[in-house]
């Protein structure tokens, strides 16, 4: 589907003097920025319109706008126009057939949950204000090339441009852009946090968004306890792992409880963990508490005591007080984990690496097919390549295999020796399960007695002879 506009901004007029505030034209420089991340992250040009409360929205431009960008601030809610903007362009696109989310908001001064227009309250936000964490004083940004702003401002203006390219390429192609998969894809629950590690967590819900998995919540949590109970409840339905980020601040609470989001989110995890080890389900939890506690209340000073304390907030979690950086490498860490996990499950204990050099691929031909009559899969070597992407895929078959054979065929003893001792040496490689069966098959003499030294079983047989070998080695590896 082809749009004129690709962005269509609507704000209030007051939200783009510069004599009602610092001196900029703040929307015109958000549409500079906006556009210029827009380029880089996809390659062409955004044609972006922006209408201020007293412009008129005609049907055209309504028609013909891909995407809309509401401005958020008090004069936003407190202007009929801008109310009346938004409600049109809904009412133009409940005519369109795409189930994609094609409004953002942008909050230029902060607003609560119930402050917001209903229509945009259950949208994720995109803060582009500063908040001190120590005196919660709300300033403008009137350097963007700060330390501040590149932490803040900038990183958010990178999410909210991913995220209209993502809409952009939904709304031409008719489906979800292709996403590198690093790994299986799952889905995540990243917390929300506090605002002072609101920062943090967009790092990390940018980095696992950008390697293929879904994150949730993917809409603002409600302002009541009740609903937001309701939807948390449910996103760790839909989730494998869950992250939090405990900071300096309690968090904000809902109205009809006593404890903060962040809190009641942590709560529900551990109840989510506790259910899953009784159902013999998979789900984890990561904990990162922030080293930079001078500023943290008494009350949070309290919760935080109680996380490492209390049994049952723990359920289920590994809790770190460690820099980011190093709980990142641990949270990658335990996403390698769950793929291979995964894999272990899906290949349900039935792969066999088939080791030969590439001189022998034809004569391990029918080893290949008897294997494979035996319902195992075949893990082979490949040999085209550089020398390191070579030796990278057979220590990933050295991890994931269940039995391992070694042909000997053209080779020398040397090269049987090497293999054997790779296999010895696979725990080291990251390997997290015993290896069920090992065997060298082969055409010609061998020392057996040193192998069986290292349980491996020696079958000396000719290359087409092997059918009843592979049955015995099999029928070994089911008892």
């Given amino acids: 589907m082809k749009f004129d506009i690709d962005v269509l901004i609507v ?38 319109l922006m209408k201020g409360e007293h412009d008129n929205l005609t049907s055209p431009n309504l028609d013909n706008a891909a995407t809309l960008v509401t401005i958020l601030s008090t004069e936003f809610n407190q202007s009929g126009e801008c109310l009346d903007h938004l409600e049109s362009f809904y009412k133009a ?16 001064t902060p607003l609560s949950n119930q402050e917001q227009p209903p229509r945009l309250r259950e949208l994720l936000g995109y803060e582009m204000y500063h908040m001190d964490t120590d005196s919660g004083e709300i300033r403008e940004y009137t350097d963007y090339f700060s330390s501040q702003a590149e932490r803040q401002y900038w990183m958010k203006m990178v999410d909210l441009a991913f995220d209209i390219a993502d809409t952009l390429v939904y709304l031409k192609d008719g489906e979800q852009p292709a996403v590198k998969n690093f790994f299986q894809r799952k889905t995540i629950y990243l917390a929300e946090t506090s605002h002072d590690l609101s920062v943090q967590r967009n790092i990390i819900r940018r980095e696992l968004t950008r390697h293929g998995y879904e994150v949730l919540p993917n809409q603002s949590l409600p302002g009541n306890a009740h609903d937001l109970e309701a939807l948390v409840i449910k996103n760790l339905e839909e989730s494998h792992l869950s992250i939090h980020l405990i900071g300096s601040a309690y968090g904000e609470i809902p109205s009809g409880s006593e404890k903060s989001s962040v809190d009641i989110q942590n709560v529900l995890a551990a109840q989510k963990s506790l259910d899953a080890k009784e159902k013999g389900d998979e789900f984890t939890r990561l904990i990162w508490v922030s080293p930079n506690l001078s500023n943290a209340s008494e009350k949070q000073l309290a919760f935080i005591d109680t996380l490492k304390r209390d049994a049952e907030v723990q359920e289920g979690a590994e809790i770190l007080q ?35 050099d590439k001189i022998d691929q034809q004569a391990v031909r ?34 994931n295999l269940d039995a391992a054979i070694i042909y000997k065929g053209s080779v020398n003893e040397q090269w049987v020796r090497m293999k054997a001792l790779d296999l010895l040496k696979a725990p080291g490689f990251g390997r997290k399960k015993p290896i069920k069966g090992k065997a060298i098959f082969t055409d010609s003499d061998t020392n057996s007695e040193s192998y069986l030294q290292q349980k491996i079983n020696v079958y000396k047989n000719g290359s087409d002879q092997y059918a009843e070998s592979i049955k015995n080695f099999m029928a070994d590896l089911s008892n």
């Fill in 11 to 48: 704000f209030a007029e007051k939200d783009n003097d510069p004599n009602s505030g610092p001196a900029i034209a703040w929307v015109s420089q958000f549409k500079k920025f906006l556009e210029l991340m827009l380029t880089q992250v996809s390659g062409e040009k955004p044609n972006i």
């Fill in 93 to 108: 696109i409940e005519q369109s057939n795409k189930s994609r989310n094609r409004v953002f908001k942008v909050f230029k």
């Fill in 322 to 356: 460690t820099p980011l950086e190093d709980f990142k490498n641990i949270m990658r860490e335990e996403l390698m984990e769950i793929r291979e996990r995964k894999k272990s499950d899906e290949d349900d204990g039935k792969s066999v690496y088939l080791m030969h």
């Fill in 366 to 399: 029918p080893i290949i097919q008897a294997i494979e009559r035996s319902g195992y899969k075949v893990m082979l070597p490949i040999f085209e390549g550089e020398l390191l992407e070579l030796r990278k895929h057979h220590i990933e078959n050295l991890k």
